[in-house]
C-alpha cells in the first residue's frame, strides 16, 4: 500500500513538473495600457528605468557654544537656560541633538531635548551641589530637510 502512494505521488510530481506546465513563478512583466513589450525580471536589456525618486537636501545647523557653571561661579557663566538651533527658512527639521563639553558628563543635567517648532530646543541646568570652579558647555544641533 505504501509502495503504491509512493509511486502515485512520484507520478504526480513528474507531470506537475513538465514543460507544457511549469510549477516556477512566471519570469515575465505583462504590461497593459500604452505600454506593449514584455520584459523579463531582472533582465539588462529592458528599457524601462524606474523614474527618479525626489531628491532632498539635509542641512545641519549648530549652535552657539553656551558655557554653564555653578550658581554663584567664578565665570559669570548662568546656570540654567533655553538653548536652540534654529532650522532656516524653507526647510524642515527631521531631527536634533546635543553635545555636551566637559571632561564629567554628569555635571551639566539636560532636562529636555526636543523639537519646538523649527528647531531643536535643549533646557539645561547646572547643579548647586557642584563646586563653582566646574563649568560645562552645551551646543545643540537641529538636522533640517528641504
Known amino acids: 500500500m505504501r509502495k503504491a502512494i509512493f509511486v502515485l505521488a512520484a507520478s504526480i ?5 513538465d514543460s507544457e506546465h511549469p510549477t516556477s513563478p512566471r519570469t515575465t512583466v505583462e504590461s497593459s495600457g500604452a505600454m506593449s513589450s514584455q520584459s523579463r525580471i531582472g533582465d539588462a536589456s529592458a528599457s524601462a528605468k524606474p523614474a527618479p525618486g525626489p531628491t532632498y537636501t539635509v542641512t545641519t545647523v549648530k549652535s552657539a557654544v553656551v558655557n554653564f557653571g ?3 561661579n567664578n565665570f ?22 546635543y553635545y555636551v563639553g566637559n571632561y564629567d558628563d554628569t555635571v551639566l543635567h539636560i532636562v529636555a531635548s526636543e523639537p519646538s517648532g523649527n528647531a531643536w530646543t535643549v533646557k539645561a541646568i547646572f547643579p ?11 551646543l545643540v544641533t537641529a538636522v533640517c530637510i528641504q
Do not use: D, V
Open 13 to 17: 510530481a513528474f507531470l506537475a513538473c
Open 70 to 72: 555653578a550658581s554663584p
Open 76 to 97: 559669570g557663566y548662568p546656570s540654567n537656560g533655553t538653548i536652540s538651533a534654529t532650522c532656516p527658512a524653507g526647510t524642515t527639521l527631521i531631527s536634533g541633538g
Open 128 to 138: 548647586p551641589s557642584n563646586p563653582p570652579y566646574e563649568a560645562a558647555s552645551l
